[in-house]
């Protein structure tokens, strides 16, 4: 297991993670994919280029496990989590909810990207993120990963209403309406470490568009089609890092430019 210490290290690291063979697979999707784990790392950063760091300021996740109010979980914990669609199969309907109303979403806010700071599309960008294992569900390992895909928002995700359960600015209303369904990119989430997300596609959308078309979000999700389907008694529950471990544990965004 990673020590915070040494995850830390590697998430403020400026180089940039290569694929880690045989872990990547094919999707239908318009981004690329990419699978990292943490370990010895190599850098395709071009000479002289410029990073900039771009730290989320707020993050959370949304969740019905509670039972109850409040929804949207954040304060006091150190983990913030994703899961599968549907884990252990407890909604489908009736006096469990809807379809989709037990899956947990994780949300990065990015308010201090500032689109002026950029002249033109940058060259590369990733989303930088510790995971770190749960104490239920099925445990991700290089032989069972878990795909867990960075999704585009287009609406403030701050917007949630921690107190409501279904209807307009509740949990489940806005992750039905509001993460876009063309994942930026898939990882092989395999164990406890630091991964990777490229989300060059939308970190330019930003630059071009400011925040007109897409809030300054990204929503983590379990929904890629190459995670096996939800069976009784099972399903993924990952979790990341929340910022109150402290700064060095934050999710960032690192653009190259």
Same mark, same amino acid.
């Not at 445990?139 to 107190?163: G, H, K, R, Y």
């Not at 630059?207 to 009784?232: C, E, K, Q, V």
């Given at each position: 297991?990673?020590? /915070?210490?040494?995850?830390?290290?590697?998430?403020?690291?400026?180089?940039?993670?290569?694929?880690?063979?045989?872990?990547?697979?094919?999707?239908?999707?318009?981004?690329?994919?990419?699978?990292?784990?943490?370990?010895?790392?190599?850098?395709?950063?071009? &000479?002289?280029?410029?990073?900039?760091?771009?730290?989320?300021?707020?993050?959370?996740?949304?969740?019905?496990?509670?039972?109850?109010?409040?929804?949207?979980?954040?304060?006091?914990?150190?983990?913030?989590?994703?899961?599968?669609?549907?884990?252990?199969?407890?909604?489908?309907?009736?006096?469990?909810?809807?379809?989709?109303?037990?899956?947990?979403?994780?949300?990065?806010?990015?308010?201090?990207?500032?689109?002026?700071?950029?002249?033109?599309?940058?060259?590369?960008?990733?989303?930088?993120?510790?995971?770190?294992?749960?104490?239920?569900?099925?445990?991700?390992?290089?032989?069972?990963?878990?795909?867990?895909?960075?999704?585009?928002?287009?609406?403030?995700?701050?917007?949630?209403?921690?107190?409501?359960?279904?209807? &307009?600015?509740?949990?489940?209303?806005?992750?039905?309406?509001?993460?876009?369904?063309?994942?930026?990119?898939?990882?092989?989430?395999?164990?406890?470490?630091?991964?990777?997300?490229?989300?060059?596609?939308?970190?330019?959308?930003?630059?071009?568009?400011?925040?007109?078309?897409?809030?300054?979000?990204?929503?983590?999700?379990?929904?890629?089609?190459?995670? &096996?389907?939800?069976?009784?008694?099972?399903?993924?529950?990952?979790?990341?890092?929340?910022?109150?471990?402290?700064?060095?544990? /934050?999710?960032?965004?690192?653009?190259?430019?």
């Amino acid at each position: 297991m990673i020590s /915070k210490t040494n995850l830390a290290l590697l998430l403020g690291a400026t180089t940039f993670l290569y694929a880690s063979p045989g872990l990547a697979r094919q999707v239908t999707a318009r981004r690329s994919i990419s699978a990292v784990q943490a370990g010895p790392v190599q850098s395709p950063t071009r &000479p002289g280029a410029r990073i900039d760091r771009v730290f989320a300021d707020v993050d959370f996740f949304t969740t019905a496990w509670a039972f109850g109010a409040p929804y949207v979980r954040d304060a006091g914990r150190s983990v913030i989590r994703s899961t599968t669609p549907d884990p252990f199969l407890n909604s489908g309907g009736g006096s469990n909810g809807p379809v989709g109303f037990w899956e947990e979403t994780t949300y990065f806010v990015f308010n201090g990207f500032d689109a002026s700071n950029y002249p033109g599309p940058c060259n590369r960008a990733v989303l930088r993120v510790g995971t770190t294992f749960q104490s239920f569900g099925t445990t991700p390992s290089p032989s069972n990963p878990f795909f867990v895909s960075a999704n585009a928002v287009t609406e403030d995700p701050e917007l949630i209403d921690p107190t409501r359960a279904s209807g &307009p600015d509740s949990f489940f209303d806005f992750k039905e309406s509001f993460i876009e369904p063309v994942e930026e990119d898939v990882v092989a989430i395999t164990g406890d470490g630091v991964f990777e997300w490229d989300v060059t596609d939308l970190v330019n959308e930003w630059i071009a568009n400011g925040d007109a078309n897409f809030d300054y979000s990204l929503a983590m999700t379990g929904r890629s089609n190459l995670n &096996p389907a939800d069976t009784g008694g099972s399903g993924f529950f990952h979790g990341f890092f929340n910022s109150a471990e402290g700064p060095g544990l /934050k999710a960032r965004i690192l653009v190259q430019f």
